[in-house]
């Protein structure tokens, strides 16, 4: 990087480029500086500066694609300044004061809010200028630019985690406080958001490995709503970044919903949910990647050499293996990757076979190639 940098905040963009902002060094104190890191050429590149430099400060994504900065300790102490990061015109805007100045709040990594799946962002925890810890939680709304207080923890706390769980709540773990003394905690709380009245669809678990590029498909209950005329949403929140993308449906019913084609969605973990009249269904977790290539062939005396190429897309997530499969009949081989070949034997003499080809990823069966 351009600056040496500790308890900087980092936020993973929807282009897949990371941004650092601000952090401290031994140098100047709190670092007046921002940068890109892109990792289709491997270089940092300085961006705008941030308003307010500061360390153990939040940075998320929000659903527009702007990086939202909050609170940290600058020069003076902890502060609720809050900024906006636009990646497109490189700017940065102030936006609503939180309520409270926090320092080190609870989330995941360090510092970092939680990007929930109505688009609000969650601030909990953190310590003032005196390390009082802040047990008061809030809410930023993008589209009014204002903190709304929501809550309280029963435990004020600072620099401990904060997970969203596929069911939209978030856990809040560990932590301590320096005031009156020093306390770490072994406590865990749970917060649950408000959402609005009415039955939650019910989604499915579905394999993990979906199709990258092709539409997904959902089954369960309840897409329809309570009167049986309201039109689903596929609510797609990847986990690295909290980053949201909203779909509509191509075709759906009341138990199953299917998206149009999702194109080239980043590398990563997502949370996929069905929202119907405001209402998050539990998410199911998907991963994209593409199949193994559509195989060929060589035939021998009750057997096939089975060959095919490696997925062209694997979204960071390669396979060890593979398995070919005969049809009629299920017989089959495996090949341990590199290996993009295997043997299915067993076969009869003058039978026409089709075969297909999974990726065996760390996580789970790949989709099918074609045939």
Do not use: K
Not at 24 to 50: C, K, L, Q, R
Not at 88 to 100: H, K, L
Not at 174 to 180: E, K, N, S, T
């Amino acid at each position: 990087m351009a600056h040496a940098r500790r308890a900087h905040a980092a936020v993973l963009l929807g282009d897949g480029r990371v941004l650092v902002a601000s952090g401290f060094n031994n140098v100047v104190g709190e670092v007046p500086a921002a940068e890109i890191y892109d990792p289709a050429t491997g270089t940092w590149s300085a961006v705008a500066p941030p308003l307010v430099p500061r360390h153990y400060a939040s940075l998320n994504l929000l659903p527009d694609g702007r990086a939202l900065l909050a609170g940290g300790w600058t020069g003076p102490g902890a502060t609720t300044h809050a900024e906006l990061y636009d990646p497109a015109a490189n700017t940065w805007t102030a936006t609503g004061p939180m309520n409270f100045p926090r320092n080190g709040a609870m989330g995941t990594p360090l510092a970092h809010a939680t990007v929930l799946p109505s688009g609000l962002v969650l601030m909990v925890g953190g310590s003032d200028t005196a390390r009082a810890a802040q047990p008061d939680a809030e809410l930023y709304d993008r589209t009014t630019g204002t903190w709304t207080i929501d809550g309280s923890m029963g435990v004020g706390r600072e620099n401990g985690s904060a997970h969203l769980l596929p069911d939209g709540d978030v856990l809040l773990t560990g932590g301590f406080a320096q005031q009156p003394a020093t306390t770490f905690y072994a406590s865990v709380e749970r917060y649950t958001p408000d959402v609005p009245a009415g039955p939650a669809p019910v989604v499915n678990a579905v394999p993990l490995l979906q199709r990258h590029g092709a539409a997904l498909t959902l089954t369960g209950a309840g897409f329809t709503g309570a009167l049986g005329a309201s039109t689903p949403q596929l609510h797609l929140q990847r986990v690295g970044n909290g980053a949201i993308t909203l779909w509509g449906p191509a075709s759906h019913t009341d138990a199953s919903f299917t998206s149009p084609p999702l194109g080239a969605l980043p590398a990563g973990l997502y949370m996929a949910r069905v929202v119907v009249d405001g209402v998050p269904s539990a998410a199911a977790l998907v991963r994209f990647t593409d199949p193994a290539g559509t195989p060929g062939g060589t035939a021998g005396n009750g057997q096939v050499t089975v060959s095919w190429t490696s997925p062209a897309y694997t979204g960071g997530n390669p396979p060890e293996g593979y398995a070919a499969t005969a049809s009629p009949g299920g017989a089959g081989c495996t090949a341990v990757a590199p290996a993009t070949s295997c043997t299915v034997t067993g076969l009869t003499n003058g039978t026409p076979y089709t075969f297909t080809v999974r990726a065996l990823h760390p996580n789970g069966e790949g989709p099918v190639s074609q045939v």
